[in-house]
């Protein structure tokens, strides 16, 4: 079967990587706008009976949901086979626990990627099991576990005590401590949210350097708690590992102030110039800072589709 590998804006390079690497041709559409701004998917390529990548995100829902749900309608309409949605950063995935009166943003997406004609999605390091039990297709996360563990050998840190800011971390700190062979249990966090005030409370023992690891970075709320009750525990050098850094505002700058000397993150969303066009990515500034290093995640990706 032909495939064919199509990639939203912004993420140009990853995609041209991938398709390099796995040897599939590159799919092109265009984003039409009409003068009162309703859109047009317009695709230039044959896809009756090929399989298409789509490379991209649903973040922000406004502009790239759109965009994301009517590429792949199109490419159903005009025949496609199979259709995997591939979203490094799957947005709303911490709405995927129903509670009375409030919105179950998951759902929705699940039914409306099912209607658009998508097959199956891929992403990374999913937040939690609740958001797949919500979709009725399979929805794969791929594990950044590997390249963190190797970035820990790297930096010589595999003695450091290996945390999770709350309990959904656990799990994915356990998948790193398996590569690096660690058996010791697992340290971490009692997390609880009012609102916007957390408050953590720490469960283990934490070494003088720690890593603390988690599936996102957005306001860095969760890890300066964390931080802050680290200090208090006479930790003095803390590294952390996030699959996905929002770096949204600038609070999170205060972790530098708490003993954090690197913060690992992967290029699962592309960075953009601030005030540029592409709103809701993460600033390009960050990629720019020295204690921050972003982690490649195209050999995931790669990986995953050669099996
Ligand atoms: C929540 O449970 C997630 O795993 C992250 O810990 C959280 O979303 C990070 O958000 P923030 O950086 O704003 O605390």
Not at 176 to 186: A, D, F, N
Request: glycine share 6%; hydrophobic share 40%.
């Amino acid at each position: 079967m032909r495939t064919l590998f199509y990639n939203m804006p912004g993420f140009e390079a990853l995609a041209r990587t991938i398709a390099k690497k796995l040897n599939i041709k590159k799919g092109v559409y265009q984003l039409k706008r009409f003068t009162n701004n309703e859109a047009q998917i317009v695709i230039s390529d044959d896809v009756k009976n090929s399989k298409c990548l789509v490379l991209g995100t649903n973040v922000p829902p406004d502009q790239r949901t759109i965009e994301l749900m009517f590429l792949c309608h199109t490419l159903k309409k005009e025949g496609a086979k199979k259709i995997s949605a591939i979203l490094p950063y799957l947005a709303y995935t911490r709405q995927d626990r129903k509670e009375a009166k409030k919105s179950l943003a998951m759902d929705w997406f699940a039914k409306t990627f099912k209607i658009s004609g998508v097959s199956e999605i891929i992403t990374l390091d999913i937040h939690s099991q609740l958001a797949q039990k919500l979709f009725d297709m399979p929805l794969i996360s791929l594990s950044p576990a590997k390249i963190f563990a190797d970035e820990i050998k790297k930096i010589s840190f595999i003695d450091a005590t290996i945390i999770a800011p709350d309990e959904g971390a656990i799990n994915r700190c356990q998948d790193v401590k398996k590569y690096l062979g660690i058996k010791e249990p697992i340290s971490y966090f009692k997390k609880k949210r009012n609102g916007q005030k957390i408050s953590s409370v720490f469960k283990g023992k934490a070494k003088r350097r720690v890593i603390l690891i988690d599936d996102i970075l957005d306001t860095g709320g969760t890890l300066i708690v964390a931080c802050k009750e680290l200090k208090k525990l006479g930790v003095h050098e803390i590294i952390i590992m996030v699959t996905h850094g929002l770096f949204t505002n600038d609070n999170w700058k205060e972790l530098w102030d708490l003993g954090v000397k690197k913060i690992y993150t992967t290029d699962s969303l592309p960075l953009v110039a601030r005030n540029s066009h592409e709103a809701g990515f993460p600033d390009l500034e960050v990629k720019t800072r020295p204690g921050i290093s972003i982690l490649p995640i195209a050999p995931i990706i790669e990986r995953h589709f050669r099996k």
